[in-house]
T-cell receptor
């Protein structure tokens, strides 16, 4: 079985500052990795995912994450955050043989002016 | 293309009652996954349905059961409700292929008194 640990429950940052949300996973098999974002009172939306190939994946709104197999990590980064990035961010993992996901507990990103 | 919809949006029940939550999958998707998200936590995988058959289950007791219909919509049934069942219940639809993106509905907020 897989599991995910998100190391920070809350991350407050100022607008235009860089941010890193940390995610580590545990699995005995090969995995796919995902970051989802949840805005207040909404469902989850996919931000980006790693399936194979380049270990650096990017989203359309400036976030990126790097798959590091040796450290079993998939940290999410953004060089300059906006107020609108304030949300809950969830890291998730699934093994390469099925489609059911295991989520971390989430990191609440709060961007302050 | 219609997205994933869930009904009802909110529900209040008392301990010991039974509840049915509904989910309509996105067009072209034959797989529905259900998750329980307690306040301040990440989504926990309940089970997944693929072409009307249960295709994976998380660590939830048998009083959590489900159905998937020929049009790939789905129901989640919970019997003998407990206070700890209070949560946001999310469904997600996908093609079921490993690594495929799951598209989430807005959720049903269940409160058990």
């Amino acid at each position: 079985a897989q599991s995910v640990t998100q190391l920070d429950s809350q991350v407050p940052v100022f607008e235009e500052a860089p941010v890193e949300l940390r995610c580590n996973y545990s699995s005995s098999v090969s995995v796919y990795l995902f970051w989802y974002v949840q805005y207040p009172n909404q469902g989850l939306q996919l931000l980006l995912k790693y399936l194979s190939g380049s270990t650096l994946v990017e989203s359309i709104n400036g976030f990126e994450a790097e798959f590091n197999k040796s450290q079993t990590s998939f940290h999410l980064r953004k060089p300059s955050v906006h107020i609108s990035d304030t949300a809950e961010y969830f890291c998730a993992v699934s093994d390469v043989n099925n489609n059911d996901m295991r989520f971390g507990a989430g990191t609440r990103l709060t961007v302050k002016p | 293309e219609t997205g994933v919809t869930q009904s009802p949006t909110h529900l209040i029940k008392t301990r010991g009652q039974q509840v049915t939550l509904r989910c309509s999958s996105q067009s072209g998707h034959n797989t529905v996954s259900w998750y329980q998200q307690a306040l301040g936590q990440g989504p926990q995988f309940i089970f997944q349905y693929y072409r009307e058959e249960e295709n994976g289950r998380g660590n939830f007791p048998p009083r959590f059961s489900g159905l998937q219909f020929p049009n790939y919509s789905s129901e989640l049934n919970v019997n003998a409700l407990e206070l700890d069942d209070s949560a946001l219940y999310l469904c997600a639809s996908s093609t079921g292929l490993p690594g495929d993106t799951q598209y989430f509905g807005p959720g049903t907020r269940l409160t058990v008194l």
